[in-house]
């Protein structure tokens, strides 16, 4: 579209937009870049072919909706905004290739401390920002497309779990939620439950791990365990027992279970050994098994007690 | 990130979000599934491998900034968002493979018009929208990426054009700008050149035939030949001199130079003969010499006279 500023337009554009858009550019490309490849600087960027299943995924980030500014750094919505999308792969078992981000914000955003925070997590993750788009709208906003392959076996997806499986969590639950009522009652940014909140950590490793394992099904705990555990649930026409739910030190149960944002992966599979002992092999933490599945799709329960939807909702 | 609805949580989302997201998949999801391939209803699509380069580029269009609302439907912005982000893949000379979008909107937001404007350019684009994410905001945007493959030869930069080459653009320029002169001016939605501006068409069939021909360089004309060939000129390191600049009936010279949103590709081709032999074989329209590349990198006339960069410019 026209009245924006693809980051290939760099060359040529007023003074201040050329600026602003080259120290961008150098936060955002800190790594190397492939051989054959060709990223900011044209019309698309250029990657080399995938290898297996290629992987799409997109997310939103909106200022004062998905991060209340008056906590929290602008750089935390890019970071998050990217961790997310990424997390994404990684609930597919897939390995990051690339993402393009494509921001919207007022005049007089400081768009250098949001890239700081998109190339961050594009560092950590392994996922090179590759393109992106600037545009004016009222709201600040960051869009994330990442991009994956699938080496070998196939995704992992949601629908694959059969009655009769282990249910497994990569992690204790509600630190994100935990640190995000301590910053509201003044803690430090620096606060590890905090931090967990600002910087979550997409379960790559974990997530190519269980699909090499043959987990049946996966995905991310965006949204918190009360509702995704019953959308795999859902997706793969099964029930589940729950024995137990790990709390993370420092958040409650209702944090753990309704919470979101924990980026933890849900696994199923009907082989625990083989995901415990490809998980040891990679030096990669045990996954905490939590339950199984059933066959009666309405069998929900937690501790023998019924297992509610809960978590994250929207309203349109 | 969790104040958000992925496609996939349709499932088990409120009644009112599991409605509308229904209904709006039904509006996108209006061809077949390529076999092996998982849209809507996971963390990730999946996709077949691609073939050859990927291609991927990102785009946003906000209304009140990309369109004005009391001249257009909503449904315009979703079909120029679509259309604009194709384009840049038709620019590369890349085959589309499918898109993601993100749209943003406050509450109220005709979400079904919106949509049905992205599922029309995606089916006229022959471009699956493959998955998406919808979330709250004051803004109404719609953010889409789109991604390619390149079957055969290696995509078409900007960057590859040498002095002595031809210069050629798909069509005579100017109708999207006029049609908005004109729409502000009183005319109808269906006058030919109003339906020039809200429906562009991404050229792909000519990129694809651009660059089995063997162009040198090649970018979608988005901002303006004023603007976009001293981009390519820029970045193949040549200049130019221009003999004519086709202008659409109806339109004035400004806005064939000036006006941007034509998505008529921009070719350079030290094989003029061979370019329009394979137009000619596809049954394509005929590409319109314009000029031809200089060495001298500061030489940019038409018709002798300096041609002076102009077009969309974006502040921040």
Redesign the interface.
């Known amino acids: 579209?026209?009245?924006?500023?693809?980051f290939?337009?760099a060359?040529?554009?007023?003074r201040?937009?050329d600026d602003?858009i080259k120290r961008i550019a150098a936060i955002l490309g800190r790594g190397p870049i492939p051989r054959?490849e060709?990223h900011i600087?044209?019309?698309?960027?250029?990657?080399?072919?995938?290898?297996?299943?290629?992987?799409?995924?997109?997310?939103?980030?909106?200022l004062g909706?998905?991060l209340d500014g008056s906590l929290f750094p602008l750089e935390d919505l890019g970071f998050?905004?990217v961790a997310?999308a990424v997390s994404?792969?990684a609930?597919?078992g897939?390995r990051p290739?690339?993402a393009?981000?494509?921001v919207?914000?007022p005049?007089g955003?400081d768009?250098e401390e949001l890239h700081r925070g998109i190339g961050d997590a594009a560092v950590i993750t392994g996922c090179p920002i590759?393109?992106?788009?600037?545009?004016?709208?009222?709201?600040v906003?960051v869009?994330v497309?990442?991009?994956?392959e699938?080496p070998g076996k196939?995704?992992v997806?949601?629908?694959g779990a059969r009655p009769g499986e282990k249910i497994l969590v990569t992690g204790p639950l509600g630190r994100s939620a935990a640190g995000l009522r301590r910053r509201r009652a003044g803690a430090s940014l620096t606060d590890e439950l905090v931090v967990a909140h600002r910087r979550p950590w997409p379960r790559l490793a974990e997530g190519i791990a269980a699909r090499g394992a043959g987990a049946s099904a996966m995905?991310?705990l965006?949204?918190g365990l009360g509702?995704d555990l019953?959308?795999l649930a859902?997706?793969s026409h099964v029930g589940f027992v729950l024995d137990h739910v790990p709390v993370a030190e420092g958040a409650t149960e209702e944090e753990a279970i309704g919470g979101?944002?924990d980026y933890e992966l849900l696994i199923v599979t009907p082989n625990v050994e083989r995901l415990r002992m490809i998980f040891a092999d990679r030096g990669l933490r045990q996954p905490i098994q939590i339950g199984w599945t059933v066959e009666n799709v309405t069998e929900r329960t937690l501790g023998g007690e019924p297992f509610q939807?809960r978590?994250?909702?929207?309203?349109?």
């Open positions: 579209m026209s009245p924006s500023a693809d290939p337009s060359g040529e554009s007023t201040g937009e602003i054959g060709r600087g044209d019309d698309a960027a250029v990657l080399t072919p995938f290898v297996g299943q290629a992987l799409v995924s997109t997310d939103v980030a909106v909706v998905h998050k905004a997310a994404d792969l609930a597919m897939g290739k690339g393009v981000i494509a919207s914000s005049p955003t768009l590759v393109g992106g788009d600037l545009t004016s709208s009222r709201d906003s869009a497309t990442v991009f994956g699938c196939d995704a997806l949601r629908s995905m991310d965006s949204d509702l019953h959308r859902d997706a979101g944002e939807r978590g994250w909702q929207h309203q349109f």
